[in-house]
């Protein structure tokens, strides 16, 4: 008869006791560490100097962005004093146009007020009608003026000598209608247009010195060309003495690249 299994001896398997003594160092290990840790922590190494670097490092890196805040603001409050002299200056130059404005329309005030006190006066040989009738009537009652005999010639009188035809000294003088000849207008050359009588100044000194050939002879002016909102004053240069002596010295300029237009020689003496 055959045993059954079961009465066969069982056999260990050879590897089992090495890996109960691993796991068994391990736990002493795990242990030991423990108790170290537990009753004398001095022995373990120390980890808190590795956190105190890393701490450092972001302070280190805080500061840093602290300071490139710190730049960046000085910087835009130097933008912002910048842009604030900026718009002083633009105020400055603004008041002082409005000064040269003022100062220009009191000057046209100043120059319409004796034309206009001219032109309400009325003229000397306009006589009103009731005087004349008046300086009538006392000379047709003024009586006769009394003649004398061998007088003396009044001074400035004519002399009536033999050969004189009385007949035609009697006769009134009569003239012709009285023809106005207005005079010529002075030509003129308008060089450039600014809004201040200043910057007419630096223009008209810089071409003279340019061009002395074509205007070292001539003067020059400025005439108010805008209004009071958009002020503009043209620079003109003369007299020219003819229309064709002007056209010359534009085509002279005009091909030295210099703006030049004919115009009436006329405004305040620059």
């Given at each position: ?64 962005d ?17 842009v604030?002299?900026?718009?002083a ?29 001219n ?23 003024a ?16 002399i ?34 600014d ?16 061009h ?8 020059a ?21 003819s ?28």
């Amino acid at each position: 008869m055959t045993k059954p299994a079961t009465d066969k001896p069982m056999r260990r398997k050879a590897g089992q006791p090495t890996y109960l003594a691993a796991w068994a160092v391990l736990g002493a290990v795990g242990l030991g560490y423990l108790g170290i840790a537990f009753f004398a922590p001095q022995f373990l190494p120390d980890l808190s100097g590795g956190r105190q670097r890393v701490a450092e490092t972001a302070v280190m890196k805080m500061t840093a962005d602290v300071e490139g805040l710190k730049s960046s603001l000085t910087k835009l409050e130097l933008d912002v004093a910048s842009v604030k002299a900026d718009v002083a200056a633009q105020a400055s130059q603004t008041q002082t146009l409005g000064e040269q404005v003022t100062a220009l329309d009191d000057k046209v005030r100043l120059a319409q007020a004796p034309m206009a006190a001219n032109a309400a006066q009325p003229a000397s040989g306009d006589v009103p009608a009731f005087a004349s009738g008046a300086a009538q009537a006392e000379a047709d009652n003024a009586p006769a003026p009394a003649k004398v005999i061998n007088a003396p010639p009044r001074v400035g009188a004519p002399i009536e000598t033999g050969s004189v035809d009385r007949k035609k000294a009697s006769q009134p003088i009569t003239f012709g209608p009285a023809v106005v000849k207005r005079a010529a207008t002075p030509i003129g050359l308008q060089l450039a247009t600014d809004p201040s009588v200043d910057g007419l100044r630096v223009t008209w000194g810089a071409l003279s010195q340019i061009h002395p050939e074509q205007l070292s002879h001539l003067k020059a002016r400025y005439a108010d060309l805008g209004t009071a909102t958009n002020p503009s004053f043209g620079l003109i240069a003369g007299p020219v003495k003819s229309k064709a002596e002007a056209r010359k010295l534009c085509k002279e300029l005009a091909a030295q690249s210099v703006s030049c237009k004919i115009s009436e020689y006329k405004g305040e003496e620059l």
